[in-house]
Structure formats: structure tokens, C-alpha cells
């Protein structure tokens, strides 16, 4: 499953492509509370149909509204991008839908040859984070290379977004929870590669949208050299399958290195990739384990909701303390016995 951006971006080139007037819509800037972030997109066809989100519905409603009454040319006129502004007043804001002292301004643009939308899909789709740049005098499209996470930047010329792939997750082990790990991923718009070399698991296990490989776990990262789009969660508990594939993880741009287990085996497993592969504790300090966030989960269901939640965290910028170091000369669970010894993320 694509994420919104790049489902906004196809839809609204595909109209474009079947001849009907779209307009393609950015959120610029916000001021107090606002419904979407910047950067969010949704489009809009001559025909008041519409895809992706600026708002609760209210703003929507009303580019739905204008457009069936006057018609495309009254969201753009003269076919250039058009600045506009949303709940500047009390009155606005309750009309509009808006929280209390929110205010939205947004970039209407007409879609045409000179938005670019083809290159920036392909760019998106080859894993390349681009810089777009949008002449608000001529509706002229510039793209360079960029960070996917930029902030949009708007001023009396020019409109400047950043777009890129969609995050991606990658999943050693099949089995039940991952079933379920990779299910609630594509529902959040994730990219999911699921590895695991063993023919007995793999067998009966499928899950639509996502790509099933037989790879060695450490070939995989290396082949693919995760992206800061990428997450990897480690779900066989099988050492020889996990730890090169988190030790490779560990020295790529992926936002998220992960591995399942409870607190005393995860301890085990640091103790083990600092003590026999000679890994640095700072580099320890980047791996999430055990996996997920605590929320008494006990069902491969639920352990995979916490695991999605805190790839979710971190990929928004949320970061949970980090692990207790490795003590040397000390058994795991001596480096343990001032802390919870409850499962977090497994029943094992």
C-alpha cells in the first residue's frame, strides 16, 4: 500500500492525464492549532472529487462547494498558483471547523505538464528525497535533491516542499506476529519486506502488499542498505538469524533497529554483540529492545500493536529512554536485578 503522498500524487496525475482540471492542494503554514500539518496534500478534480486531507473536512467542503458552483477556474484563476487563508477570524475558524485560534494557509496550484508530477512519483519511487519548488508567478516546478523531512517553506514567491519515499519496514521472521506487525504496517502507508530463509515458515505464510524473501537476513540489509525511511525488527529469536542482520542494521541510516525478546534475553543479546562481535555501547544505545512499548501486551496481536506504536514514535521524533549499558565482568541478569524483569514485547 502507498502512503497518502504518493497516492495524493498519482490520483491527481492520472485526472490530469484523462484531461480534467485538477488542482493540487498544500498546506503551507499553520498558526495555533491546526487540524494537518504542513505539507499535507489532497487534490481536487473538476468534478468535486477530491483525495487526501487539509483539514477536518470543513475546508474541503467548501473547495468542493466553490468548484461544483463556478468551476475549476474559481480555486485558480489564470491558471497560476493561488495563496489562501482559513480561519483568520473566530467566526471563520467555527465555520471552517478549526481549533480555537487556528489558522490554516494553503497553496492551490493547477495541475499541469510544468507541476512535474511524473518525475517527483518516479523520484519517490526510485527512494530519492526531492526538493520541489513552485513559482507562484508562473507555476513553473523546480526539483532538486532533498531531505524527505524538510519543513515547507512559503514566501511571496515561491512555495518550497520536500517529498521522498515512503518509509519502509523491514521484518526478519515470518510467523504470527509478524503477520500482524506487516497488516497494521501497510494500513499506516508503509513500504514491508518480510525475510526469513527458512522454507517451513515461509510455506503457508502471505500477507497481500508485502514482499516475501528467502534471503539470508544479513544479505537482505546489505543488498538493500537501509535508508532513513527504513525500519528493521528482528522477530525469530533465533541469534543466528537476528545478530548479523542487526549488526548491519545498526551501521546504516535505518531510523529504527529493533528485536524482540524480554528484558533479560535483549540483555543477553547486547551483552553478546558488544562481548563476541566487539560493538560499541554507543552503537548498542541505538538498538530498540526489547521492541515495542509497554502496554501489557500478551497476544502476537498486541505485541505487534506496541512494536508499530514505538516505530511510529521514533519515526515522528519521539524517543524512549535509552537502554542500561552492558556492565562488564557481570552476568545479564546481574545487570538486570535493579530492573523489571516483566516481559515487554514477549512472552518468552
Known amino acids: 500500500m502507498e502512503d497518502l503522498d504518493t497516492i495524493v500524487l498519482r490520483t491527481a496525475l492520472k485526472w490530469q492525464m484523462a484531461s480534467l482540471p485538477v488542482v493540487l492542494v498544500t498546506v503551507a503554514r499553520t498558526w495555533g492549532s491546526s487540524p494537518r500539518p504542513p505539507g499535507s496534500l489532497m487534490a481536487i478534480n473538476g468534478r468535486g ?20 458552483e463556478e468551476g475549476a477556474q474559481a480555486l485558480c484563476s489564470n491558471e497560476l498558483p493561488v495563496v489562501l487563508r482559513y480561519g483568520i477570524s473566530a467566526d471563520e475558524a467555527h465555520r471552517f471547523g478549526l481549533p480555537c485560534g487556528g489558522t490554516v494557509e494553503l497553496v492551490l496550484e493547477p495541475v499541469s505538464a510544468r507541476s512535474r508530477l511524473d518525475e517527483l512519483l518516479l523520484a519517490c519511487q526510485q527512494r530519492r528525497s526531492t526538493q520541489r519548488i513552485l513559482n507562484l508567478d508562473t507555476g513553473q516546478v523546480a526539483l532538486h535533491e532533498g531531505r524527505r523531512d524538510g519543513v515547507p517553506r512559503l514566501d511571496d514567491k515561491q512555495l ?84 548479523l542482520a542487526l549488526i548491519d542494521a545498526l551501521q546504516t541510516k535505518a531510523f529504527y533497529v529493533g528485536a524482540i525478546g524480554s528484558r533479560r534475553n535483549s540483555a543477553q543479546r547486547r551483552e553478546r554483540l ?43 521524533g519521539i524517543h524512549r529512554p535509552a537502554p542500561t549499558p552492558v556492565v562488564a565482568g557481570k552476568s545479564s541478569y546481574e545487570n538486570l536485578e535493579h530492573q523489571d524483569l516483566e516481559p515487554s514485547s514477549c512472552m518468552v
Not at 527458512?198 to 537482505?220: K, N, Y
Not at 542498505?225 to 543466528?240: I, S, Y
Open 274 to 316: 558488544h562481548t563476541y562481535f566487539d560493538i560499541a555501547e554507543h552503537v548498542l544505545q541505538d538498538l530498540h529492545g526489547p521492541a515495542g512499548l509497554y502496554i501489557g501486551s500478551k497476544t502476537p496481536a498486541e505485541i505487534a500493536l506496541s512494536i508499530m506504536a514505538e516505530i511510529v514514535a521514533v519515526k515522528n
Open 49 to 68: 472529487e477530491t483525495v487526501g486531507s487539509v483539514s477536518g473536512g470543513c475546508i474541503e467542503d467548501d473547495l468542493i462547494r466553490r468548484i461544483q
Open 160 to 243: 518550497t516542499t520536500y517529498l521522498g519515499p515512503q518509509a519502509r519496514l523491514i521484518v526478519i521472521g515470518a510467523g504470527d506476529m509478524s503477520r500482524f506487525l506487516c497488516q497494521m504496517a501497510l494500513s499506516l502507508g508503509f513500504e514491508v519486506i518480510v525475510c526469513d530463509p527458512r522454507e517451513e515458515h515461509r510455506a503457508s505464510w502471505q500477507v497481500d502488499g508485502v514482499v516475501l524473501s528467502h534471503e539470508m537476513p544479513d544479505d537482505l540489509i546489505l543488498r538493500l542498505k537501509p535508508d532513513a525511511r527504513t525500519a528493521v525488527v528482528a522477530l525469530t529469536h533465533d541469534p543466528k538469524l537476528d545478530d
